[in-house]
């Protein structure tokens, strides 16, 4: 009985890494959520019962196949990429079984065996899983979704495990109770990292909701300040065409000049620095840049966009992440200078933000680290701004130079 809950056990936390490892090879399934789970329930139950009920390889060989191919089919459409990563999950869980069993066990068709093994395979499996994890996103040229040290956990497993069983003073009931122990708090450990990744990208999500509000906000007051002051204007208008007759006919040129100068500062927003027409793209580089003129001393703005604009969404995460980062730096700067070039011709949106800095910029991986306190957090927004540059096929440029840090960004918005 001992036996079959701990088979039990490591199937369960076998079909959770086979999840990963799917999601890792894969995008999200965007259908029901019910099919999905009810296919891994059932994979679940028939691979465990035929595993404890025959021993027979060539079943669990044809099950394991058939159950992986089946939830990957979830993910993709592609027979070919089925088949590729079906092979290629189902030959890491077949080489952890043969690393464990075959040295020690001489297997034969319908034989059982201690499933203090299948325990320690599945660990292996396990480390296999954060490993090809850790290789497919640097491959992909993203962030990694959790630490390497997150390997120790189930490599101090298997050790505990191996020691175990070379104890005389340890019987084989107490090696399994510690042996399902510790595959309970393997998966309890996954799952609440799972959750606390889950967890910090709805913050992320939350505090872009609570800024993007917020910035269009303060663009609706831009807005109605501005109606207020062409209505104004509008009210007293007779009254400033007889006073620009009069100055007519009195040829005086340059008092004409002045007074309708007067008007155009009358009717201009100080809060409205930026107005291409593109009420989306005006929002978020209105609120950014009146940050910019609160906090720094020298601000440089240049912005040539047509009024339509596609994909305003995704060029406002660009740009609300890249000011953001600037801005901060500049702050800390005695220089405190912003430059800002953004321009769109043919089809290429070119953005060029330049920044005053200190220091030298931190790395890993070729990658620039944040220097803000929640560096996870702010993670995720510079992940996000590197994945709207490939999405659009574009070119993104880090260049820190001796106390300016530029980013040039190249976009083909056709």
């Known amino acids: ?48 019962v035929l595993f404890w009920e025959l021993h027979i390889a060539w ?23 089925n088949l590729f990563v079906t092979s290629a999950i189902y030959l890491i869980t077949f080489a952890c079984d043969a690393a464990v069993t075959l040295p020690f066990i001489y297997y034969q068709d319908g034989q059982s065996f201690s499933q203090i093994y299948a325990a320690i395979s599945v660990f292996l499996f396990f480390i296999c899983e954060l490993l090809t994890e850790k290789v497919v996103t640097i491959h ?85 300040q501005n109606e207020e002051r062409i209505k104004a204007l509008r009210h007293d208008m007779k009254h400033h065409l007889n006073e620009l007759i ?15 100068g007067q008007m155009e500062e009358f009717v201009r927003n100080p809060k409205e620095i930026i107005s291409s027409g593109n009420i989306e793209i005006d929002s978020i580089l ?42 901060e730096a500049a702050e800390k700067t005695d220089e405190k200078r912003l430059d800002v070039n953004i321009q769109m011709q043919q089809g290429i949106l070119r953005i060029q933000i330049e920044n005053s800095y200190n220091g030298k910029p931190e790395e890993k991986n070729h990658r620039l680290l944040t220097t803000k306190e929640e560096k996870e957090l702010h993670g995720i927004g510079l992940r996000n701004v590197r994945k709207m540059v490939e999405k659009y096929n574009g070119i993104m440029e880090v ?3 001796q106390d300016m840090f530029c980013v040039g960004l190249i976009l083909y918005m056709s």
């Open 140 to 224: 992909k040229n993203t962030e990694t979704p959790q630490d390497l040290p997150l390997i120790f956990v189930p490599i101090c497993s298997v050790v505990a495990i191996c020691l175990l069983l070379y104890m005389e003073s340890f019987s084989g009931i107490g090696v399994a109770i510690v042996s399902i122990c510790l595959l309970v708090v393997n998966f309890l450990m996954l799952y609440l990292y799972n959750y606390l990744l889950h967890s910090m990208a709805q913050k992320y999500e939350t505090e872009m909701l609570r800024q993007k509000v917020q910035v269009y906000s303060e663009q609706l007051g831009v807005i109605l």
């Open 59 to 81: 079943v669990n060989v044809v099950c394991n196949f058939l159950g992986i191919s089946m939830v990957v089919c979830f993910h993709t459409k592609s027979i070919k990429t």
């Open 399 to 401: 260049c820190p130079h």
């Open 286 to 327: 209105n609120y950014m840049l009146q940050k910019a003129y609160r906090e720094l001393e020298t601000v440089n703005v240049k912005v040539v966009l047509p009024e339509k604009l596609q994909h305003s969404f995704d060029i406002n995460v660009i740009l609300g992440n890249l000011l953001e980062n600037a801005i």
């Open 246 to 260: 009069l100055l007519a006919n009195k040829y005086k040129v340059a008092e004409i000049q002045e007074y309708i």
């Open 1 to 48: 009985m001992l036996d079959f809950f701990i088979c039990a056990s490591t199937n369960l936390l076998r079909m959770y890494l086979i999840y990963r490892f799917v999601m890792t090879f894969l995008d999200r399934y965007e259908g029901s959520k019910g099919k999905e789970i009810l296919s891994y329930v059932c994979f679940y139950i028939i691979n465990t």
